[in-house]
């Protein structure tokens, strides 16, 4: 997922075109080996990251300017803290996988346009001081990244746990599986909620037609033409929620919706 959003999205694949190590992780942008100063005016390499603002397979305008980093306190060619950008120096996990140390704060007037205006601009201020130490170090080393790990139980980035700051929570629930007895209105709505979390499967039961009347309690809107077809409600549901979810016979890593029609006992 994350090489193709990178390849479809312009301002990440120029990112990365221009040689900047870009990885997309947990709904979240990051750009490696960023050269930076330390107090002892030491030249390190550290990580910026975003979060992510998608529409669909494709980056948004980012909705916000800060940026965190992965590494000691940038400073100038001095060994002075780059105040100017400094948001907050405290330790904060993004997600399951991502712990950053600090965040920082630099808003152009007229905000960011892309995620290459926001990620080259934090990585010239914090190469610039390392850049004038060793001529020899910049951010865009073309240094190879490991491939994808693998791809999510959904179908695109869940960037709204990141951006509200739950990803790692969200991800205490990968390894359940859920049963959803009855799709009436209760079961059609928890079935919502819970498609929307990276539980690994959905086993949904319900024998029943979805009819007019069930159009009335169930979430979406369904079309004239659906409720002629009068499908089972475990087929109308499936349809819609596959386009979130991906549906695999690989149980135990993906997240399935099952029809079962025939329940005994």
Same mark, same amino acid.
């Given at each position: !997922?994350?090489?193709? =959003?990178?390849?479809?999205?312009?301002? =990440?694949?120029?990112?990365?075109?221009?040689?900047?190590?870009?990885?997309?992780?947990?709904?979240? =942008?990051?750009?490696? @080996?960023?050269?930076?100063?330390?107090?002892?005016?030491?030249?390190? =390499?550290?990580?910026?990251?975003?979060?992510?603002? %998608?529409?669909?397979?494709?980056?948004?305008?980012?909705?916000?300017?800060?940026? #965190?980093?992965?590494?000691?306190? $940038?400073?100038?060619?001095?060994?002075?803290?780059?105040?100017?950008?400094?948001?907050?120096?405290?330790?904060?996990?993004?997600?399951?996988?991502?712990?950053?140390?600090?965040?920082?704060?630099?808003? $152009?007037?007229?905000? #960011?346009?892309?995620?290459?205006?926001?990620?080259?601009? #934090?990585?010239?201020? %914090?190469?610039?001081?390392?850049?004038?130490?060793?001529?020899?170090?910049?951010?865009?080393? &073309?240094? /190879?990244?490991?491939?994808? /790990?693998?791809?999510?139980?959904? @179908?695109?980035?869940?960037?709204?746990?990141?951006?509200?700051?739950?990803?790692?929570?969200?991800?205490?629930?990968?390894?359940?599986?859920?049963?959803?007895?009855?799709?009436?209105?209760?079961?059609? #709505?928890? %079935?919502?909620?819970?498609?929307?979390?990276?539980?690994?499967?959905?086993?949904?039961?319900?024998?029943?037609? &979805?009819?007019?009347? @069930?159009?009335?309690?169930? $979430?979406?809107?369904?079309?004239?033409?659906?409720?002629?077809?009068? $499908?089972?409600?475990?087929?109308?549901?499936?349809?819609?929620?596959? /386009? !979130?979810?991906?549906?695999?016979?690989?149980?135990?890593?993906?997240?399935?919706?099952?029809?079962?029609? @025939?329940?005994?006992?």
């Amino acid at each position: !997922m994350s090489q193709q =959003l990178i390849s479809r999205s312009s301002d =990440l694949k120029k990112l990365r075109d221009e040689g900047y190590t870009v990885e997309v992780r947990d709904g979240h =942008l990051l750009i490696h @080996n960023v050269p930076y100063v330390n107090s002892q005016r030491e030249v390190k =390499l550290g990580t910026l990251v975003s979060t992510l603002c %998608l529409a669909g397979d494709v980056t948004h305008r980012p909705d916000t300017h800060v940026a #965190y980093f992965i590494g000691e306190a $940038p400073c100038t060619v001095t060994g002075v803290p780059i105040a100017q950008i400094t948001l907050s120096d405290s330790p904060a996990q993004l997600s399951e996988h991502i712990w950053v140390s600090r965040a920082f704060s630099s808003k $152009p007037p007229e905000g #960011y346009r892309d995620y290459h205006h926001k990620m080259s601009t #934090y990585a010239s201020i %914090l190469s610039g001081p390392a850049e004038a130490i060793d001529v020899s170090v910049t951010p865009k080393s &073309f240094v /190879a990244i490991k491939a994808d /790990a693998p791809d999510s139980v959904h @179908n695109y980035v869940d960037t709204a746990s990141s951006r509200a700051g739950i990803h790692r929570l969200s991800a205490k629930l990968t390894d359940e599986v859920v049963a959803i007895i009855g799709a009436g209105g209760t079961g059609a #709505y928890t %079935l919502d909620l819970v498609a929307k979390t990276p539980v690994k499967e959905i086993r949904l039961f319900d024998r029943d037609k &979805f009819l007019q009347h @069930n159009a009335f309690r169930a $979430p979406g809107a369904p079309t004239l033409a659906t409720l002629r077809r009068s $499908p089972t409600k475990v087929s109308y549901l499936r349809k819609i929620y596959s /386009a !979130m979810h991906r549906i695999s016979r690989h149980m135990l890593d993906t997240c399935q919706i099952r029809q079962l029609t @025939n329940l005994r006992g």
